[in-house]
């Protein structure tokens, strides 16, 4: 997908006008694991509402597979198909008697055979990590955690190209997290899909993700690997946004006269350089 100067304002010619977005070019290569980080107001929720047509650039343009997406003969629904963007809370969108009924869903509205739909939403729950004996249990009979998982497979059950994910372990204690941030990377790995995951938490997405950009008013301040990106926390910081705690530590011991890699951005990472100067003579 690229997108060649996209353009968004809120409001237009009224005294609360608000510019969302402004000339962001991007190019968001297959099979890539990328995020998405900024402070409120950033833009970055109203950027990845563009990726699927849910909203509509005031000037610029996006291309997908090769096609415009604004030209007049495009067909959005196929856009929507193959770009598939799951919600903060996404499991307020569950509403059928059973999970198996709720993931049949969008494939049941692509007017597919009924096999089909249901080795579709079979599939995307295995990928979603659901275990089987839940299927046939009522949505809101489920953790949140599982609520999470159901939702995310009702997306998955259309087959989507890339996967977009807004803040997907919002209000989860940190066991769900962790199962659910290991599913996403899990479903990566495993479907080659694109996956584009907004979120807060650094120590997240420095973890997970290959590639990551920063939105700041509306422009992308920093597009990179997590390191490259991190290596920046002064600037981020300056922007209302912060480094995972391990490029502080590392920091501070670097000052401390340790020898380490201050460009550390995982525990991992952290603890093979701090290993590694220790047994330096």
Same mark, same amino acid.
């Given at each position: 997908?690229?997108?060649?100067?996209?353009?968004?304002?809120?409001?237009?010619?009224?005294? *609360?006008?608000?510019?969302?977005?402004?000339?962001?070019?991007?190019?968001?290569?297959?099979?890539?694991?990328?995020?998405?980080?900024?402070?409120?107001?950033?833009?970055?929720?109203?950027?990845?509402?563009?990726?699927?047509?849910?909203?509509?650039?005031?000037?610029?343009?996006?291309?997908?597979?090769?096609?415009?997406?604004?030209?007049?003969?495009?067909?959005?629904?196929?856009?929507?198909?193959?770009?598939?963007?799951?919600?903060? *809370?996404?499991?307020?969108?569950?509403?059928?008697?059973?999970?198996?009924?709720?993931?049949?869903?969008?494939?049941?509205?692509?007017?597919?055979?009924?096999?089909?739909?249901?080795?579709?939403?079979?599939?995307?729950?295995?990928?979603?990590?659901?275990?089987?004996?839940?299927?046939?249990?009522?949505?809101?009979?489920?953790?949140?955690?599982?609520?999470?998982?159901?939702?995310?497979?009702?997306?998955?059950? $259309?087959?989507?190209?890339?996967?977009?994910?807004?803040?997907?372990?919002?209000?989860?204690?940190?066991?769900?997290?962790?199962?659910?941030?290991?599913?996403?990377?899990?479903?990566?790995?495993?479907?080659?899909?694109?996956?584009?995951?907004?979120?807060?938490?650094?120590?997240?997405?420095?973890?997970?993700?290959?590639?990551?950009?920063? $939105?700041?008013?509306?422009?992308?301040?920093?597009?990179?690997?997590?390191?490259?990106?991190?290596?920046?926390?002064?600037?981020?910081?300056?922007?209302?946004?912060?480094?995972?705690?391990?490029? *502080?530590?590392?920091?501070?011991?670097?000052?401390?006269?340790?020898?380490?890699?201050?460009?550390?951005?995982?525990?991992?990472?952290?603890?093979?350089?701090?290993?590694?100067?220790?047994?330096?003579?």
């Amino acid at each position: 997908m690229i997108l060649d100067k996209i353009n968004y304002t809120y409001s237009r010619d009224t005294a *609360y006008e608000r510019h969302a977005l402004k000339d962001v070019s991007l190019k968001l290569e297959d099979g890539q694991f990328i995020g998405i980080i900024g402070h409120t107001g950033s833009g970055k929720s109203t950027l990845i509402q563009h990726l699927n047509g849910l909203m509509r650039a005031d000037s610029g343009t996006i291309f997908f597979n090769g096609e415009n997406i604004y030209d007049k003969e495009y067909d959005i629904r196929t856009l929507r198909a193959k770009v598939g963007l799951v919600f903060q *809370y996404p499991e307020h969108q569950l509403f059928e008697a059973t999970v198996f009924q709720d993931v049949c869903f969008g494939p049941k509205n692509q007017k597919l055979p009924k096999e089909e739909v249901e080795a579709r939403a079979a599939d995307a729950l295995r990928a979603a990590g659901l275990p089987e004996n839940l299927w046939q249990q009522s949505p809101f009979e489920l953790s949140g955690g599982q609520k999470r998982r159901a939702a995310i497979a009702g997306v998955l059950a $259309m087959r989507p190209q890339m996967l977009i994910l807004d803040e997907p372990t919002a209000g989860l204690d940190p066991r769900g997290r962790d199962e659910i941030f290991e599913q996403v990377a899990g479903m990566h790995r495993d479907l080659h899909m694109t996956v584009v995951l907004v979120s807060h938490s650094m120590e997240d997405v420095a973890n997970y993700v290959e590639r990551l950009i920063v $939105m700041n008013r509306g422009q992308v301040m920093l597009d990179g690997t997590p390191r490259h990106v991190f290596s920046y926390y002064k600037e981020l910081e300056a922007v209302g946004l912060a480094a995972p705690q391990v490029t *502080y530590l590392m920091h501070e011991l670097r000052k401390a006269g340790l020898s380490v890699d201050v460009n550390a951005t995982t525990k991992d990472e952290a603890k093979a350089s701090i290993l590694k100067a220790l047994a330096r003579p």
